[in-house]
């Protein structure tokens, strides 16, 4: 075996990391991960980038980013990763964080408690650690992907926190919910997303679903693709989308 000492962080991840996440039930099309640019960073003088920031691993979930692990080489202590693995998490509202140097691992629990770990959790059990309650609705959401362009564009992390938002609010039956973004930040990617979440078969309101939200008729023109929609009472605002009841 070769010193640890002269390993790269990727060969750590490729032949540490990985194989243990598949393992575990993540990689498949269900659960994948992913590698995420959170800030490509300030353009400085001679057109470069300085102070980007980048999730080593974001871990997804019924599209939802359930944690994000922060890789250190294996000669590194796994502390060194904590954080940072912390601050990509509140970034991306995941609710776990890791660090891991491939042979050691340590979770942080983002709503209190830590701890070391002997591998990282299988979807289905971060899931529920995450979600404790059952939620009809929280499950047809996730079951409808966040709208992709076939894989050439993806939400910003910003825009990706704003549409979950506005889901886990309509999935806990709340009436009134004002979402707003700055000027510039995508709001028609993060209204269409919420649309597109409720207008597809796993979405739409059954006749009489167990507490369902009230459902009203969007008009055409507030999300794209402009098509009628239904939904919970839901109405474009100047900034953003706000969810009265009717």
Known sequence: MSDIHSESEADTR????????????????????????????????????ANPMS????????DQKLAVIEAKRAGRATA????????????LNAPFAYATNGLTWYE?????????????PSP???WHRAYPAPNPWRDRFG?????????KWQARYYQH????????????????????????TGNPASRSNCAGNCSTPAGTCPAHPPAAPASCS?????????????????SKTARGCALTPR
């Open 124 to 126: 289905q059990t971060l």
């Open 55 to 62: 999730a080593d691993y974001v871990l997804h979930h019924r």
């Open 218 to 234: 969007l008009p055409t023109a507030t999300f794209w693709p402009a098509k009628p929609i239904t939904l919970s009472a839901h």
């Open 80 to 91: 060194e990763g904590v954080g940072q693995a912390k601050e990509y998490a509140r970034r």
């Open 161 to 184: 926190n704003a549409t979950s938002a506005v889901l886990e609010a309509i999935a806990q039956n709340q009436r009134r919910i004002l979402l707003t973004l700055a000027t510039g």
């Open 143 to 151: 079951a409808v992907p966040f709208a992709d362009a076939g894989g």
């Open 14 to 49: 490729a032949n540490r990391i990985d194989p243990v996440l598949h393992a575990a039930g993540w990689g498949g099309a269900d659960a994948p991960i992913r590698r995420e640019v959170i800030a490509p960073g300030r353009i400085v003088q001679g057109a470069k980038r």
């Open 108 to 120: 942080i629990d983002m709503n209190g408690g830590e701890r070391e770990i002997a591998t990282p």
